[in-house]
């Protein structure tokens, strides 16, 4: 296929540097098993819409209603993608021109609030996002956050903290999902909290979006206002986002995406959007969204026999948080020896972590792209195996240790090619055993 691997002797003849680093980024793709549970592989149709000539396209404002001429294949891919993403996610209005999750969430202050006023969302070390009002962003710096929790018992979100913050202070916003919750949310208990004080319910389902899709987690429609997604997590599209709600709101999320936040969407991306929400529609979807979350569980379990502390005692869905305090080594070491060892995660805050977010205590690591590469839940007691040997290894400072694990995560890793790769991964399984 001309978009796999070595699409990129074009490449290589303009730009020699770039098309050997890309050329990198596929060979460790391809060596690595990505556990980072907001990564994913994009399909070669969705990478192939990415890279095509709507990047050379300028559309400022909506479909029939913009500021350039030549629209005809611009509005239609944009009116493509939203239908596809009203009708999967069963929404009145969808708004596919967000060029992040981050501004999705901007846009969603512009439209309903005034610098100052209050909004709440979970607090970040305790499994939020920084655009739910954490400080350092500006969501926390220029409206007035409230920050709930999960209870230290349980790991769980505190509804109860939930509730009486929200009586306490009158949000006018209130924000449920976050980066690190590795458990079902519960929609219905935050639209009742919501309703009870006359805020808005907005759901941030950046993460489980393709589960909710795939329909192994509870839907928010129905129950949150707005919902705020990315599309490049375990829905498996391009980098970019979208905003759902009723049509009640849809005016004023359109005017703070454009032109309040915005200038031109990058059709490119709608168009990968588009082609990733059609694949999210196909049956096959459906058991790719069960193999995460069986996946998830089996890794949970075979961590927890080894030892391990796992947030909340383990997994409703594709992410796993361990807090590594017990295991007497914190999570960036770990996380660095992972990756040297072939399995990529990331260092992050446990909740109630005493250690700075630079140096945290915990690892989160996800199944979305082993799901992908179709690494089943009978993979996972070995993967738990390498990631309880490299977090002993490290321990004990033994590096050797993480370069012999490393050969066999190669070999296992090329086993199951990432999407569009497949021959270049039994090349390289060639190349090592000869
Ligand atoms: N960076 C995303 C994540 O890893 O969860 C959130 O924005």
């Known amino acids: 296929m001309s978009d796999t691997p070595h699409e990129s002797p074009f490449l290589a003849s303009v730009d020699p540097e770039i098309s050997?680093?890309?050329?990198?980024?596929?060979?460790?793709?391809?060596?690595?098993?990505?556990?980072?549970?907001?990564e994913n592989y994009a399909s070669p149709a969705v990478r192939k819409a990415t890279g095509s000539v709507l990047t050379n396209k300028y559309s400022e404002g909506y479909p029939g209603r913009r500021y350039y001429e030549g629209q005809q294949i611009a509005d239609r891919v944009e009116e493509v993608a939203a239908e596809r993403a009203r009708d999967l996610f069963g929404v009145e209005h969808a708004n596919v021109q967000p060029y992040s999750g981050s501004t999705a969430n901007l846009a969603i202050y512009l439209a309903f609030l005034n610098p100052g006023d209050t909004v709440m969302g979970m607090s970040l070390p305790m499994g939020g996002h920084l655009t739910h009002g954490w400080g350092v962003s500006v969501t926390g710096k220029w409206f007035n956050a409230?920050?709930?929790?999960?209870?230290?018992?349980?790991?769980?979100?505190?509804l109860d903290e939930v509730r009486a913050l929200a009586k306490e202070h009158r949000p006018r916003i209130i924000f449920c999902g976050g980066t690190a919750i590795p458990r079902i949310i519960d929609f219905a208990a935050f639209a009742e909290i919501a309703e009870e004080v006359d805020a808005l319910l907005v759901a941030d389902v950046a993460h489980i979006s393709g589960l909710i899709v795939g329909g192994v987690h509870p839907s928010p429609a129905g129950y949150a206002s707005v919902i705020?997604?990315?599309?490049?997590?375990?829905?498996?599209?391009?980098?970019?986002?979208?905003?759902l709600s009723d049509v009640e709101y849809a005016g004023a999320l359109d005017r703070a995406v454009f032109p309040g936040l915005q200038g031109g969407p990058h059709d490119n991306t709608?168009?990968?959007?588009?082609?990733?929400?059609?694949?999210?529609?196909?049956?096959?979807?459906?058991?790719?969204?069960?193999?995460?979350?069986?996946?998830?569980k089996v890794l949970a379990e075979s961590l927890i026999e080894r030892g391990f502390d796992l947030v909340s005692g383990g997994t409703d869905n594709h992410l796993i948080l361990i807090d590594l305090t017990s295991k007497g080594v914190p999570g960036k070491p770990v996380a660095k020896a992972l990756d040297r060892?072939?399995?990529?995660?990331?260092?992050?805050?446990?909740?109630?972590?005493?250690?700075?977010?630079?140096?945290?205590?915990?690892i989160?690591?996800?199944?979305?792209?082993?799901?992908?590469?179709?690494?089943?839940?009978?993979?996972?007691?070995?993967?738990?195996?390498w990631i309880d040997e490299v977090t002993e290894a490290t321990r004990r400072g033994d590096e050797d240790t993480l370069d012999r694990i490393r050969g066999e995560v190669?070999?296992?890793?090329?086993?199951?090619?990432?999407?569009?790769?497949?021959?270049?991964?039994?090349?390289?399984?060639?190349?090592?055993?000869?």
């Open 146 to 158: 409230v920050r709930y929790g999960v209870k230290p018992e349980t790991g769980r979100v505190d």
């Open 364 to 385: 989160r690591l996800g199944t979305p792209a082993l799901a992908t590469r179709g690494i089943g839940p009978e993979e996972m007691p070995r993967i738990a195996g």
């Open 228 to 243: 705020s997604t990315t599309t490049h997590k375990t829905l498996r599209g391009p980098r970019g986002a979208m905003l």
């Open 270 to 296: 709608t168009a990968a959007i588009a082609v990733a929400l059609h694949e999210a529609s196909q049956p096959d979807f459906k058991d790719y969204a069960r193999r995460i979350v069986a996946d998830a």
């Open 410 to 434: 190669r070999e296992f890793a090329l086993e199951f090619p990432p999407p569009g790769f497949a021959e270049e991964c039994s090349r390289l399984a060639l190349e090592r055993s000869t």
């Open 20 to 38: 050997a680093l890309i050329e990198a980024e596929e060979l460790r793709e391809a060596e690595k098993l990505r556990m980072i549970p907001s």
């Open 341 to 362: 060892a072939g399995i990529v995660v990331n260092y992050n805050t446990v909740p109630f972590d005493p250690r700075k977010p630079f140096d945290p205590s915990g």
